[in-house]
């Protein structure tokens, strides 16, 4: 059997919102990625954390209220938690489903920074909702802290930046994990936002786009294929119209050229084509596909899913 290294990025679906749909999801999903090993996928897994990280990031505000001796805390402290806390439920539910399948694959999650630019414009013009909503009166005290809010239907949000990634600050670590055949769970949530300041790194108040960085340490792994799970089978032009079509098999030309004509929500779809043009684009023979959850293995297979190459 062939070995491919395969990153796989996991979406919202893959790992419920409170305590107990985290715990049943991630024994489905650890089915799934027992499922890729059985078929010859080298593993290494990336995952959301948006209502996990928002939850976390609410909880620690709603302390801080009634302790007022603790200091607010930030969204960075708030992504490593979120990566320790799903991590934790993951690396778990894939061990378990490994051994009952007769399969001894010691399964980590490591603990990733991910390095952003001080001068990326994401952080002039935020747009990733974090939180519970606000009221007028914190929303103020948020602005007065520095903090970026923005109004919505039911009151009030906030609001953070969505840098680009630039370097992986534990790639060595994955690797070196991934190269002794291990299953890793890295830059979960898209990774724990830093600047790099001389020797020492701090956090950013900021959210980094997950696909994008499954693309990044793709890329950066030298791995085979690029498999990003999402909601739907496959992806399609003219969406929710009379003329809308799925794809099946797509070059990265034909990719950009919709990404032109604007085919893909920004903030759902787009990153995950953006992030698997640019993978594939920086070495020929490499494949990403793009599929539901539940169809992982037959993705990986080439039997369905939206394979761009």
């Not at 709603?62 to 603790?70: A, C, L, N, R, T």
């Amino acid at each position: 059997m062939t070995k491919k290294r395969v990153v796989v990025a996991l979406g919202h679906r893959a790992l419920g919102t409170t305590l107990p749909e985290q715990k049943n999801a991630t024994k489905r999903t650890a089915k799934i990625i027992a499922d890729l090993v059985e078929a010859g996928a080298d593993v290494i897994i990336t995952h959301s954390n948006a209502p996990q990280v928002g939850m976390i990031h609410t909880a620690m505000n709603e302390f801080g209220k009634v302790h007022p001796d603790y200091t607010a805390v930030p969204m960075s402290v708030c992504a490593a938690m979120s990566q320790g806390y799903i991590g934790y439920d993951v690396q778990n539910a894939i061990r378990a489903e490994l051994l009952r399948r007769g399969i001894y694959k010691p399964v980590s999650t490591i603990l990733t920074q991910v390095t952003v630019d001080p001068y990326d414009d994401a952080f002039h013009e935020p747009v990733k909702v974090i939180g519970r909503t606000l009221t007028e009166e914190e929303a103020e005290a948020e602005e007065k802290k520095g903090n970026y809010v923005t109004k919505t239907e039911n009151g009030y949000r906030r609001i953070v930046a969505a840098p680009k990634p630039q370097d992986i600050v534990e790639i060595d670590a994955i690797r070196a994990l991934a190269d002794a055949g291990q299953i890793v769970i890295a830059c979960g949530g898209g990774g724990i936002p830093v600047l790099e300041q001389g020797e020492e790194l701090h956090g950013a108040s900021a959210v980094i786009e997950k696909d994008l960085i499954s693309g990044k340490l793709a890329e950066m792994l030298d791995a085979d294929e690029l498999l990003i799970l999402t909601s739907v089978e496959k992806v399609s032009i003219n969406y929710k119209s009379d003329t809308e079509q799925y794809l099946d098999h797509i070059t990265p030309a034909q990719a950009r050229q919709y990404m032109e004509e604007d085919q893909f929500e920004p903030s759902t779809m787009r990153p995950k084509i953006e992030a698997s043009v640019s993978f594939i684009e920086k070495k020929k023979g490499r494949k990403a596909i793009i599929t539901s959850i539940d169809k992982a293995k037959a993705a990986y297979l080439g039997k369905t899913g939206t394979i761009i190459e």
